[in-house]
């Protein structure tokens, strides 16, 4: 989408290693959400972030709202963990918009 | 059990036809949404409600109608469907903290 902003748009990883994700927004985020959508075509929640840091196992989810920008760290790739990432940002009750989702590939 | 369903879960349409999409949610969540998605890009809100009775207007409305006859349900109409609006659309409730989506319907409209 226009207003947020992923990069990079595909991925290619090996089994093992880190790498992190980006989202930058254009416009002004109170919260977001990070999600996998997996191969089959589902939408698992990741993180929900106010700004500041989460970390759930092998991820690990920055958001700085001064700057605009969020970040998915994802340590120890898995092939599981292959699929597409959506950020989508808040800037009000209720309004939620998506980036186009960085494509992940884990190979091993 | 999930929590979010959607009904049909495929759907071939004719150009001009009446589609009717639905969404069941026992979250008992106040908020719910209609989302597309296209091949390559995220997803695009279409309507929204805040409860029962309420339909709000998303990004894209145009072409859609909603229905939120129940807490639980929450409809998507397209009174004269396109080959434009062939899409995968997702349904989804939440709250303040997140959004819990269903699994998606494929549409094909010729």
């Known amino acids: 989408g226009d207003k947020v902003k992923q990069s990079p748009s595909a991925l290619s990883l090996q089994e093992g290693t880190n790498s992190a994700l980006r989202c930058n927004f254009s416009?002004?985020?109170?919260?977001v959400q990070w999600f996998l959508q997996n191969p089959r075509g589902s939408l698992i929640n990741l993180f929900y972030?106010?700004?500041g840091t989460k970390e759930n196992g092998r991820l690990k989810s920055a958001f700085d709202s001064k700057e605009s920008y969020s970040t998915l760290h994802i340590r120890d790739a898995q092939l599981e963990d292959s699929g597409t990432y959506f950020c989508a940002a808040e800037p009000s009750n209720n309004r939620i918009f998506f980036g186009d989702g960085t494509q992940l590939v884990v190979k091993p | 059990e999930a929590a979010v369903t959607q009904s049909p879960r495929n759907k071939v349409a004719v150009t001009g036809g009446k589609v009717t999409l639905s969404c069941n949610q026992t979250?008992?969540?106040?908020?719910m949404y209609w989302y597309r998605q296209d091949t390559g890009h995220g997803l695009r809100l279409i309507h929204y409600s805040y409860g029962a009775g309420s339909t709000e207007k998303g990004d894209i409305p145009d072409g859609y109608k909603a229905s939120r006859p129940s807490q639980e349900n929450f409809s998507l109409i397209l009174e004269l469907a396109t080959p434009s609006q062939t899409s995968v659309y997702f349904c989804?409730?939440?709250?303040?903290?997140?959004?819990?989506f269903g699994p998606g319907t494929r549409l094909l409209v010729l």
């Open positions: 416009i002004a985020a109170t919260t």
């Open positions: 989804a409730s939440g709250e303040e903290d997140t959004q819990y």
């Open positions: 972030l106010v700004p």
């Open positions: 979250n008992n969540h106040n908020n």
